[in-house]
């Protein structure tokens, strides 16, 4: 059996699942809010850029299918959190990114 | 700047910036493709929204209402290049007759259920991801080149949304006939979507001045190059399949057909009819022309009333 992967590497592996419209990762986007590991299961809080974000299910589906590839990880618990979220959280490289596509 | 002139930037892989760059012929075919763009990306906005109506849960709804938001984005996009171009976009848009409206005839027939609008995420987006993205590889008016960035990647999370439901709807065998139904008469649909066979087509100032990269028959290749794979690894029959010798596709029926607008149906019993009689049929418009333009004029009306008052 794998150990259990660290907070950090959970926060790696989200670094590497994009939205699904424009190519600039979650992380980056500042919408990763929490991240535990306990007993096999990945807990991830996840904050949305807005209540009537169109791509909720896809997100969460790209979330628990990458966490899911992780050695030592056998559920994902995602947990939606209604905390605020704005331009002002997306990183520099997520900023960079977001120009890159035309929309920053 | 005359014809050859700007054949000759175009050439050395300028792009056009303007009008100052640019012939009479070119803007007009510039205009042109721009209304069609504009129009398509438009009208799917009211046939959505209608389609919308038939979401299983509010998420989906909230993302169909996502999907609208972005294609009225890029309907904004098409129509603010021509206003920049000194058209009057207010007429165009607001005071057109419906049966002028540029857009493909698909969207002129209505859709009904949930499985035609997840299938139209999944085939008429992926028309519009492959025009699109034609133009944006090809496109040498630099404006268009650089606003179709965002568009690319927007129409990307809409083939992904369409893919996602037909890939799930396909696993039940509940909706799986009521998906199928759904693709036989859009599949179809969608290969005339790319309109006139090489042949046949007129408007060669589109590939000559580097408006769009590849031709109608290639476009239609391209989109069947992704479409056919994608409906027989979830099970679904199309009528198209890949000729291995040659690498390219092969329509299974005759092609095109006339359509049973009433019934969703291609009249496969007739046999192919010609392209003059499609042309006709896209002419007169679809049952849901007037409707979905009358949506989209409804509050421009009740403005100019209010303010004639």
Redesign the interface.
Known sequence: MSAAPTPEELRGALAEVLDPEYPVSLVDLGLVRGLAVEARTARVQIAFCSLGCPCTELIREDVEERLLRLPGVERVEIEEVFERWSRTDITPRGLAALRRAGVA | MDDAELLERIRQGRLVEGPEHASERYLEGLKRTLVVSGDTELISAPAYLRAAQHAPRM??Y??????I?DELGHAHIAYRMLRDLGVDTDALVYEREPKDFRYPYAFDVPLDSWYEMVVANGFYDRAGFVLLGDIYRHTSYGPWK??L??VD??E??HL??GE?WMRTLAQDPEHKPKLQAAVDWMFVMTLEWFGLPDDLKRHTEQLGFGLKGMSNDELRQEWMSTAVPFCESIGIDVPAHLDEATGRYVIDIPFPLEFDEGEKRWLLEEGAIGWDRVLARWKRRGPANEEFVAQLQAGYRDLQAGLAA
């Open positions: 998420q989906s909230i993302s169909v209402v996502g999907i938001q650089r606003a960035v965002k990647r927007e990307t999370f992904r949304h996602r």
